[in-house]
């Protein structure tokens, strides 16, 4: 079973940095993608960011690209380095596998989610 667990939120000035982490345990097959979503105080999960388990192609919202980079090692771990953080960037940031073959932006195909992390950017 694919366990998700995120680390690294915190709270940070505007135009700072923070990386989060995902650590993962369980098969994940190198068709399958993780992703990263948010979720702002009375708004929707949002996606932010994917990264395909084998051939590591990413995909970025549009109100990230530029600005996060999503990687990850030759091990177990998922990153999200977000740079020049907003205020608006102020969310419960959760990582997420997608345990089956084909891309999704959508939280709905999304099977397993971690517990969260915050992260707090002040202006």
């Known amino acids: 079973q694919v366990q998700l667990v995120e680390s690294g939120g915190g709270l940070v000035q505007a135009g700072g940095s923070l990386r989060l982490s995902c650590t993962t345990s369980?098969?994940?097959?190198?068709?399958?993608?993780i992703g990263w979503f948010r979720q702002a105080p009375g708004k929707e999960r949002d996606f932010v960011a994917a990264?395909?388990?084998?051939?590591?192609?990413t995909y970025y919202a549009d109100s990230v690209k530029g600005r996060f980079t999503i990687s990850r090692d030759n091990a177990n771990t998922v990153y999200l380095q977000m740079n020049s953080l907003k205020p608006e960037d102020t969310a419960v940031y959760y990582c997420?596998?997608?345990?089956?073959?084909?891309?999704?932006?959508?939280?709905?195909?999304?099977?397993?989610w971690g517990q969260g992390t915050q992260v707090t950017v002040s202006s």
């Open positions: 990264i395909r388990w084998g051939s590591g192609d």
């Open positions: 369980g098969r994940i097959f190198s068709s399958y993608y």
């Open positions: 997420a596998a997608r345990l089956r073959v084909g891309v999704s932006f959508d939280v709905w195909d999304y099977d397993r």
